[in-house]
């Protein structure tokens, strides 16, 4: 971390979904739920219910830029948002669930504009993008209860969320995976039938079960990072084994009922590679988890290249560590 902190505004719909994507990233100090871009001074969440006072829901994240730069910051938010729904978010009508970024400076302007037509020529949408570019003004802190919503009610939180339609959006819109044609060019025939058919590769001969370079471990298929070196133990399963993933948000778990047994499975977000599975026989110590992983869903990135490979927010891990 450096000694910079700049603040970055953005309304998403429902700012309970719009922590989780951010708060574990690294350079991101903290994530703050509230309410922005209305008249009222200090209005109760009631109030911005109402349509009345003019606020978005929105929350607000302090940062190191030399650790996340605005520019990711900006590329994860649109992945978190219908950006073409001019009267909310998914489920969520009003005004006060529209979509903006707010900016506090004039290169947050330019950065935000640039990204947004960016968005709009991109090809990825079939409507016009509706999110509004503003200034920044006064940002109200929401209620207690609605910080850290998804860690204080997780069970509301995961039933609210998959109902409202967003994380589906979210899949369909942004899942970088390719063809099938496509991926058996680029993948060898062990990594496809792992990450694409849910296969298990053998125990004790796969690439990383015994890996103890410190790195990152990212989807093979997307890039997208999953895993680090410093969440790694050995577990004796002949696989490689973490506690955690680097961020929550990055992988997803479903119900596997195969083979006899009830097990969660673990995927990526954005491929949708099959991973592994995560069991609760981890080390109590760190939170008790196990995710048993397949060597054969991962690439591994040195953290002397992480800046080479375009992952260079990650490298303040290892100089902590």
């Avoid at 058996?184 to 025939?189: A, E, K, P």
Wanted: charged share 25%.
């Amino acid at each position: 971390m450096s000694n910079r902190q700049e603040l970055a505004t953005f309304a998403g719909g429902c700012f309970w979904c719009m922590v989780s994507p951010f708060e574990e990233m690294p350079g991101i100090i903290k994530v703050v739920s509230g309410y922005t871009g209305g008249h009222k001074e200090n209005p109760t969440y009631e109030e911005v219910c109402s349509e009345t006072t003019g606020h978005y829901e929105a929350v607000q994240i302090t940062f190191d830029p030399e650790v996340f730069p605005y520019e990711k910051l900006l590329q994860l938010y649109w992945q978190q948002i219908d950006p073409t729904d001019p009267g909310g978010q998914f489920y969520d009508r009003g005004d006060s669930y529209r979509t903006a970024i707010f900016y506090h400076n004039d290169e947050q302007k330019e950065l935000a504009e640039l990204s947004k037509q960016e968005l709009a020529t991109s090809g990825r949408f079939d409507k016009p993008i509706a999110t509004q570019i503003l200034p920044a003004g006064p940002f109200y802190e929401a209620e207690e209860y609605h910080q850290g919503y998804h860690h204080k009610n997780p069970a509301h939180y995961k039933r609210y969320r998959q109902a409202s339609g967003r994380d589906e959006f979210i899949e369909r819109h942004w899942t970088r995976k390719g063809s099938s044609e496509e991926l058996r060019q680029r993948l060898n025939s062990m990594q496809y039938e792992v990450t694409q058919n849910n296969g298990t590769e053998p125990p004790f001969r796969n690439e990383f079960w015994d890996h103890k370079q410190e790195g990152l471990y990212v989807d093979i298929v997307s890039g997208e990072p999953l895993f680090s070196s410093l969440d790694k133990f050995d577990s004796g399963c002949g696989w490689p084994s973490f506690t955690r993933p680097l961020h929550g948000y990055h992988v997803k778990e479903r119900m596997d009922l195969s083979h006899g047994m009830v097990r969660t499975e673990v995927r990526s977000r954005f491929a949708d590679s099959h991973l592994g599975h995560v069991f609760p026989d981890g080390p109590r110590d760190k939170g008790g988890l196990r995710y048993c992983i397949n060597s054969a869903a991962l690439r591994f990135i040195p953290k002397e290249d992480l800046e080479k490979e375009g992952y260079g927010e990650y490298r303040t891990l290892f100089e902590q560590s």
